[in-house]
Nanobody, 126 residues
Framework: QVRLMESGGGSVQAGGSLRLSCTAS????????MGWFRQAPGKEREGVAR????????DYTGSVKGRFTISRDNAKNTVYLQMNSLTPEDTAMYYC???????????????????WGQGTQVTVSS
């Protein structure tokens, strides 16, 4: 059974940084695709960043490029999201998700990922 556990959320002031962690267990493949999504109140869930834990390829949504960095530690089955220069617009519940497949899906939508963590709240104040 696939399980994803996020941690690292919290409250920071604008310009601050946070690092989120997502630890996976029960996966079918040694390498896989992991994504970070976020959902603000009243908005749709959007893809933020994703990484292939094998070759390390990454994708970012435009609004976080240059500020957020996704990385992985395969020995720990953990993916990180380093978030710098945070703004109030980054306030949301952040989720990690995987498709439990050896390659990333062509799309980066909520429907492309099958397994989700419980979420961790990030709040950025101005």
């Amino acid at each position: 059974q696939v399980r994803l556990m996020e941690s690292g959320g919290g409250s920071v002031q604008a310009g601050g940084s946070l690092r989120l962690s997502c630890t996976a267990s029960g996966l079918s493949y040694r390498t896989y695709c992991m994504g970070w999504f976020r959902q603000a109140p009243g908005k749709e869930r959007e893809g933020v960043a994703r990484i292939h834990t094998g070759y390390g390829g990454t994708d970012y949504t435009g609004s976080v490029k240059g500020r957020f960095t996704i990385s992985r530690d395969n020995a720990k089955n953990t993916v990180y999201l380093q978030m710098n220069s945070l703004t109030p617009e980054d306030t949301a519940m952040y989720y990690c998700a995987t498709n439990d497949q050896p390659r990333c899906p062509a799309g980066f939508l909520e429907s492309d990922f099958d397994y989700w963590g419980q979420g961790t709240q990030v709040t950025v104040s101005s």
